[in-house]
Protein backbone atom coordinates (compact mmCIF):
# COMPACT_ATOMS: atom_id res chain seq x y z
CA UNK A 1 0.00 0.00 0.00
CA UNK A 2 1.70 3.07 -1.29
CA UNK A 3 0.02 6.64 0.08
CA UNK A 4 0.78 10.07 0.76
CA UNK A 5 -0.31 11.89 4.14
CA UNK A 6 -0.33 15.57 5.21
CA UNK A 7 -1.32 17.07 8.68
CA UNK A 8 -2.36 20.69 8.60
CA UNK A 9 -3.68 22.80 11.41
CA UNK A 10 -6.43 24.68 9.70
CA UNK A 11 -7.95 26.91 12.44
CA UNK A 12 -11.63 26.00 11.08
CA UNK A 13 -12.57 23.52 9.52
CA UNK A 14 -15.80 25.39 8.47
CA UNK A 15 -14.36 28.84 7.91
CA UNK A 16 -11.45 27.13 5.86
CA UNK A 17 -13.94 24.58 4.48
CA UNK A 18 -12.31 25.91 0.80
CA UNK A 19 -9.16 25.69 1.18
CA UNK A 20 -9.03 22.07 2.44
CA UNK A 21 -11.16 21.45 -0.81
CA UNK A 22 -8.46 22.93 -2.75
CA UNK A 23 -6.08 20.78 -1.18
CA UNK A 24 -7.59 18.00 -2.01
CA UNK A 25 -8.20 18.54 -5.63
CA UNK A 26 -4.99 19.96 -6.16
CA UNK A 27 -2.37 17.86 -3.78
CA UNK A 28 -4.86 14.92 -3.39
CA UNK A 29 -3.26 13.32 -0.48
CA UNK A 30 -4.31 10.15 0.21
CA UNK A 31 -4.87 10.84 4.12
CA UNK A 32 -5.64 14.31 5.61
CA UNK A 33 -4.92 14.86 9.13
CA UNK A 34 -6.20 18.00 10.24
CA UNK A 35 -5.72 19.69 13.67
CA UNK A 36 -7.86 23.07 15.47
CA UNK A 37 -11.28 21.90 13.48
CA UNK A 38 -13.06 24.19 16.23
CA UNK A 39 -16.56 22.03 14.99
CA UNK A 40 -18.47 19.33 16.78
CA UNK A 41 -17.92 16.12 14.78
CA UNK A 42 -21.50 16.74 13.45
CA UNK A 43 -20.73 20.00 11.85
CA UNK A 44 -17.48 19.01 9.72
CA UNK A 45 -18.36 19.70 6.10
CA UNK A 46 -17.86 16.14 5.27
CA UNK A 47 -20.31 15.50 2.75
CA UNK A 48 -18.24 18.05 0.67
CA UNK A 49 -15.13 16.24 1.49
CA UNK A 50 -16.90 12.84 0.55
CA UNK A 51 -18.00 14.52 -3.10
CA UNK A 52 -13.90 14.84 -3.62
CA UNK A 53 -12.87 11.16 -2.81
CA UNK A 54 -12.21 11.22 1.08
CA UNK A 55 -15.45 8.96 2.13
CA UNK A 56 -14.15 7.86 5.06
CA UNK A 57 -13.40 10.00 8.55
CA UNK A 58 -12.73 9.11 12.25
CA UNK A 59 -12.69 12.94 13.97
CA UNK A 60 -12.59 14.37 17.80
CA UNK A 61 -14.49 17.71 17.98
CA UNK A 62 -15.55 20.36 19.77
CA UNK A 63 -17.38 23.50 19.38
CA UNK A 64 -15.33 26.57 18.84
CA UNK A 65 -12.00 25.11 19.80
CA UNK A 66 -9.61 22.38 19.33
CA UNK A 67 -10.31 19.11 17.38
CA UNK A 68 -8.63 16.39 15.02
CA UNK A 69 -9.79 14.78 12.23
CA UNK A 70 -8.70 12.01 9.75
CA UNK A 71 -10.11 12.02 6.40
CA UNK A 72 -8.79 8.94 4.36
CA UNK A 73 -9.44 7.62 0.79
CA UNK A 74 -8.96 4.44 1.95
CA UNK A 75 -10.83 2.76 4.61
CA UNK A 76 -9.87 3.28 7.99
CA UNK A 77 -11.58 2.51 11.73
CA UNK A 78 -11.12 4.36 15.07
CA UNK A 79 -8.52 2.62 17.59
CA UNK A 80 -8.19 5.15 20.02
CA UNK A 81 -8.70 8.72 21.38
CA UNK A 82 -6.36 9.75 24.84
CA UNK A 83 -7.64 12.72 26.46
CA UNK A 84 -3.82 13.52 27.86
CA UNK A 85 -3.84 15.18 31.55
CA UNK A 86 -7.29 14.84 31.41
CA UNK A 87 -7.79 18.12 30.08
CA UNK A 88 -10.84 17.40 28.71
CA UNK A 89 -9.79 18.83 24.97
CA UNK A 90 -10.50 16.93 21.52
CA UNK A 91 -6.52 16.66 20.84
CA UNK A 92 -5.89 12.94 19.88
CA UNK A 93 -7.25 10.79 17.19
CA UNK A 94 -5.71 7.09 16.28
CA UNK A 95 -7.28 5.51 13.22
CA UNK A 96 -5.69 2.05 11.70
CA UNK A 97 -5.82 0.94 7.87
CA UNK A 98 -6.58 -2.69 6.89
CA UNK A 99 -2.99 -3.15 6.80
CA UNK A 100 -2.87 -2.49 10.31
CA UNK A 101 -1.05 0.98 9.99
CA UNK A 102 -2.14 3.23 12.89
CA UNK A 103 -2.10 6.95 12.90
CA UNK A 104 -1.92 9.10 15.51
CA UNK A 105 -3.05 12.68 14.91
CA UNK A 106 -2.30 15.45 17.19
CA UNK A 107 -3.12 18.56 18.54
CA UNK A 108 -0.43 19.91 21.23
CA UNK A 109 -1.45 22.90 23.42
CA UNK A 110 0.10 25.87 22.21
CA UNK A 111 1.25 26.82 26.14
CA UNK A 112 0.35 30.80 25.94
CA UNK A 113 2.98 33.55 25.63
CA UNK A 114 4.58 33.10 29.23
CA UNK A 115 6.81 30.40 29.43
CA UNK A 116 6.30 29.24 33.04
CA UNK A 117 4.02 27.48 34.50
CA UNK A 118 3.39 29.07 37.51
CA UNK A 119 2.64 32.35 35.90
CA UNK A 120 0.97 30.62 32.93
CA UNK A 121 -1.05 27.43 33.78
CA UNK A 122 -1.56 27.25 29.89
CA UNK A 123 2.08 26.45 29.71
CA UNK A 124 1.77 23.85 32.48
CA UNK A 125 -0.61 22.37 31.01
CA UNK A 126 1.22 21.52 27.68
CA UNK A 127 4.46 20.51 29.35
CA UNK A 128 1.77 18.14 31.27
CA UNK A 129 0.63 16.63 27.75
CA UNK A 130 3.92 16.53 26.33
CA UNK A 131 4.90 14.25 29.56
CA UNK A 132 1.97 12.49 28.83
CA UNK A 133 2.55 11.71 25.07
CA UNK A 134 5.99 10.51 26.48
CA UNK A 135 4.73 8.12 28.62
CA UNK A 136 1.92 7.02 26.96
CA UNK A 137 4.58 5.91 24.42
CA UNK A 138 6.76 4.10 26.87
CA UNK A 139 3.93 1.87 28.08
CA UNK A 140 2.89 1.22 24.67
CA UNK A 141 5.79 1.05 22.36
CA UNK A 142 4.08 1.55 19.39
CA UNK A 143 4.74 -0.82 16.36
CA UNK A 144 3.63 0.04 12.18
CA UNK A 145 2.73 3.49 13.33
CA UNK A 146 2.76 7.22 12.00
CA UNK A 147 2.67 10.00 14.16
CA UNK A 148 1.67 13.72 12.71
CA UNK A 149 0.11 16.83 14.28
CA UNK A 150 1.07 20.28 15.44
CA UNK A 151 2.81 19.29 18.37
CA UNK A 152 3.10 23.36 18.53
CA UNK A 153 7.03 22.88 18.78
CA UNK A 154 10.12 23.57 17.16
CA UNK A 155 12.68 21.04 18.31
CA UNK A 156 15.77 22.09 16.22
CA UNK A 157 17.59 25.44 16.22
CA UNK A 158 16.96 25.16 11.87
CA UNK A 159 13.60 24.71 12.85
CA UNK A 160 13.31 28.31 14.03
CA UNK A 161 14.26 31.68 12.11
CA UNK A 162 16.24 32.39 14.95
CA UNK A 163 17.45 30.51 17.62
CA UNK A 164 18.70 32.47 20.36
CA UNK A 165 16.02 34.71 19.90
CA UNK A 166 13.33 32.56 20.67
CA UNK A 167 15.18 30.31 23.43
CA UNK A 168 12.92 32.52 25.64
CA UNK A 169 9.73 32.36 23.40
CA UNK A 170 7.04 29.61 24.14
CA UNK A 171 7.41 27.14 21.03
CA UNK A 172 10.95 26.91 21.37
CA UNK A 173 12.13 27.10 24.82
CA UNK A 174 14.99 24.19 26.28
CA UNK A 175 12.14 23.01 28.48
CA UNK A 176 9.74 22.38 25.64
CA UNK A 177 12.31 20.94 23.09
CA UNK A 178 13.80 18.51 25.73
CA UNK A 179 10.45 16.81 26.52
CA UNK A 180 9.11 16.94 23.06
CA UNK A 181 13.00 14.75 22.39
CA UNK A 182 11.94 12.42 25.34
CA UNK A 183 8.19 12.26 23.85
CA UNK A 184 10.37 11.17 20.66
CA UNK A 185 13.01 8.77 21.92
CA UNK A 186 10.39 6.99 24.18
CA UNK A 187 8.50 5.92 21.20
CA UNK A 188 11.71 5.37 18.92
CA UNK A 189 9.78 8.01 16.68
CA UNK A 190 11.84 9.01 13.39
CA UNK A 191 11.16 12.78 12.10
CA UNK A 192 10.47 11.77 8.66
CA UNK A 193 10.60 14.94 6.96
CA UNK A 194 14.16 15.61 8.84
CA UNK A 195 14.52 11.96 7.78
CA UNK A 196 14.23 13.41 4.17
CA UNK A 197 15.69 17.16 4.33
CA UNK A 198 18.27 17.01 7.39
CA UNK A 199 19.58 19.72 6.94
CA UNK A 200 18.29 23.85 6.24
CA UNK A 201 15.65 25.81 7.88
CA UNK A 202 12.07 24.57 7.37
CA UNK A 203 9.21 26.13 8.67
CA UNK A 204 5.49 25.05 8.52
CA UNK A 205 4.17 28.35 10.64
CA UNK A 206 4.08 31.79 10.22
CA UNK A 207 2.06 34.18 12.55
CA UNK A 208 -0.38 36.54 11.60
CA UNK A 209 0.83 39.41 13.31
CA UNK A 210 3.80 39.82 10.08
CA UNK A 211 1.41 40.88 7.00
CA UNK A 212 4.76 40.65 5.69
CA UNK A 213 5.41 36.80 6.38
CA UNK A 214 6.96 35.78 3.13
CA UNK A 215 9.59 38.30 2.82
CA UNK A 216 10.55 38.55 6.72
CA UNK A 217 9.91 34.33 6.83
CA UNK A 218 9.95 34.44 10.55
CA UNK A 219 8.93 31.06 11.05
CA UNK A 220 8.75 27.58 13.06
CA UNK A 221 8.39 24.05 12.49
CA UNK A 222 5.38 23.42 14.29
CA UNK A 223 4.40 20.24 12.48
CA UNK A 224 5.66 17.33 12.37
CA UNK A 225 5.33 13.76 10.58
CA UNK A 226 7.15 10.61 12.65
CA UNK A 227 7.40 7.27 11.83
CA UNK A 228 8.06 4.01 14.51
CA UNK A 229 11.59 2.61 13.07
CA UNK A 230 9.98 -0.25 11.96
CA UNK A 231 8.41 1.88 8.77
CA UNK A 232 10.60 4.82 8.81
CA UNK A 233 12.57 3.63 6.47
CA UNK A 234 9.70 3.36 3.98
CA UNK A 235 8.33 7.16 3.99
CA UNK A 236 9.82 9.33 1.66
CA UNK A 237 9.07 12.99 -0.20
CA UNK A 238 8.33 15.12 2.02
CA UNK A 239 7.78 18.60 1.46
CA UNK A 240 5.66 21.61 2.84
CA UNK A 241 3.22 23.64 1.02
CA UNK A 242 4.65 27.15 1.51
CA UNK A 243 2.31 28.16 -0.82
CA UNK A 244 -0.90 27.40 1.03
CA UNK A 245 0.11 30.19 3.83
CA UNK A 246 -0.41 32.51 0.92
CA UNK A 247 -4.09 31.45 0.13
CA UNK A 248 -6.93 33.78 0.49
CA UNK A 249 -8.07 33.87 4.45
CA UNK A 250 -5.30 31.24 4.86
CA UNK A 251 -4.36 29.41 8.14
CA UNK A 252 -1.22 30.19 9.97
CA UNK A 253 0.37 26.85 9.64
CA UNK A 254 0.77 24.92 5.79
CA UNK A 255 0.53 21.69 5.12
CA UNK A 256 3.20 19.03 5.66
CA UNK A 257 3.40 15.90 3.61
CA UNK A 258 5.20 12.59 3.40
CA UNK A 259 4.79 9.43 1.71
CA UNK A 260 5.07 5.57 2.24
CA UNK A 261 5.59 2.73 0.63
CA UNK A 262 4.11 -0.20 2.60
Known sequence: MAFTIATWNINSVRLREGLVSRLMREEAPDVLCLQECKAPVES??????????YGHMVARGQK??????????????????????????????????????????????AGGDIPDREENMKFGQKLDYVAAMRDWARAERPKKAILVGDL?????????????????????????????????EAGSWVDITRQDIPDGSLYS??????????????????????????????GHGSRILRAARGWEQPSDHAPVFASFDL
Do not use: C, M
Open 64 to 109: GYNGVAILSKHPLREVGAHDFVDLGHARHIAAAFENGVTIHNFYVP
Open 205 to 234: WWSYRAPDWDAADKGRRLDHIWATPDIAGA
Open 152 to 184: NIAPREDDVWNHKSLLKIVSHTPVETELLGQAQ
Open 44 to 53: IPLEGFRSLG
